[in-house]
C-alpha cells in the first residue's frame, strides 16, 4: 500500500530536556472503544457491552482497553518522531478509565536525553493521557531517534540494540 | 487490621511449589495464526496512526527491510481466538497470574503496573510464540484494597527463529477482601 508520505524526521540533536511535545485531542466514542479493543483482539465484555460494563464492573460505561491505550501512546509519540523513531520501552500507570463522550488529551515532556554505549541516541518521555483534568494513563517512554541523517535506529540488532 | 478497621486473618506462606516456580518458563504457547498485515491496518485505523512505515511499503523498505508491525501491538498476536474448534472453556490470558489468585487464595487482583520493552520488529508472516515466567511475590502487604501480595511475571515474545521479540512485565497486587466487602 502506498500513497501517505510522512515528512518529519526528528533527530536526536533537535530535542532538548523539557521539550514539550504538541498536544493531541480525540474525542472518545463508543466506535472508539469498540474498535479498539477488537483490533487488538480483546474480546472481554467491559469493553463492548454497556450493560455488562455498568451492571457486572460497576463502571459507567464500556472504556477503552490498555492495549488499545498503548496504541494511543504510540501513535502520539510517533506523530513526533516521524518513522524513524523507535520505541524501545513503554512503562504504563493506569489511574482511571477512559470513556465514550471522554475527550482524551495526551500531553508529553521531554525528560532525559542520553547516548548510550553502543551509540545509540534516547529520549525518554513522560507522556499523560488526560480526561478533562484528571490523568488517566501515565506512559513513561523511552524512544531511540537518528543521530544524524545517515543514523537509523530500526537497523540495530542483538547487543546494539538495547531498550 | 485493614485500611478499613476491619479485622482478617493474616495470609498463609507461599506454597514451596509457587516459590519453584519462579523464573521457571510456563505456559509456552504458539500464537494461533501469522502475523498478518490486516490487522496492522485495523489497528492503525483504530488510533488513526498514519506513520508511513506501516502504510507505505517504500519506506517500510527504506527503514525496516519490508513491512513491520507497529511495536505496541506485540500482545495482538497471542491472544487466543474467542472461539476456537474444541475448545469448551474461553482461553485465559497471562495463565500465571490467575493461577498465583487460586494458589495463594487471593481472590482478587489488578495490575497495578505494566512495562513493554521491544526488541527485534515483529514482521509479517511470523509465528510468534510467548512464554510466561512468574519472577517475584512479595511479602505480605497492606493497600487501601486489602491485605495481599504483589507479583511481578514476565511475558516474553519470541519468533519462529527465537530471537526475542519483547517482554511484558506485569506487576499486580492480590488480596482479599475486607470481610463483608466484595467486588461489583
Redesign the interface.
Known sequence: ??????TIRLLFGDVSVDDVLPELS?QVTAT?VV??A??????RPMHHDRDFAIH???TKDIFLN???Q??????YV??WT???G?????????NTSVFPNDTMRFTATVTDCSVDEVGCGWVDLNVDLMVDDVTATTCATRVALPLDDAD?P?AR?GDA?R? | MTAHGTPIQDLPPVPDEVIARIDKVQYEEEGGFPVEHG?I?????????????F?????ANE??DGPIA????L??WF?PH?WSPGRTEPAVPLQAHFDLKEDLDLSEAI???????????VRIGDRVRSRQLLRSISEPKTTKLGRGRFWTIDVEYLNQDDVLLGVESYTAFGYRQPDGET??
Not at chain 1, 86 to 91: A, D, F, H, K
Request: net charge negative; hydrophobic share 35%; glycine share 6%.
Open positions: 500500500m502506498t500513497g501517505h508520505r510522512e480525540h472508539t474498535l479498539g477488537l483490533a487488538s483482539r480483546d474480546w457486572r464492573n460497576g490498555t492495549p488499545n498503548a496504541a494511543w501512546f504510540e501513535r510517533t506523530d516521524g518513522p524513524t523507535r520505541l524501545g520501552r513503554m512503562i504504563f500507570r493506569m537509523n530500526w540488532r540494540w531498550p | 490487522y491496518w485495523t489497528t492503525c485505523a483504530a488510533v488513526e496512526n498514519g506513520n508511513p512505515l502504510w507505505d511499503d517504500e519506506v527503514l525496516t507497529p511495536p505496541t501491538m500482545s495482538v491472544r474467542h495490575i497495578s503496573s505494566n512495562t513493554n520493552a521491544f526488541h527485534e520488529p467486588d461489583a
